[in-house]
């Protein structure tokens, strides 16, 4: 019976550990692509005077 919880014990604690890194990744992600979204607009932004007249 010991032998069972332990083996439960290390799938939950495995899929606690598995979750926060994929939560990790997800807010770097999502910054990146923040970051890069508002370097972009801005440069689009500039080169507007030019397309529209």
Do not use: C, P
Not at 9 to 15: E, F, H, L
């Amino acid at each position: 019976m010991i032998e069972y919880s332990d083996k439960i014990y290390k799938r939950i604690r495995n899929a606690g550990v598995a979750g926060i890194v994929l939560g990790i990744i997800i807010i770097v992600g999502g910054i990146a692509i923040g970051t890069m979204s508002i370097v972009f607009g801005g440069s689009m932004l500039k080169l507007r005077k030019y397309v529209v007249d």
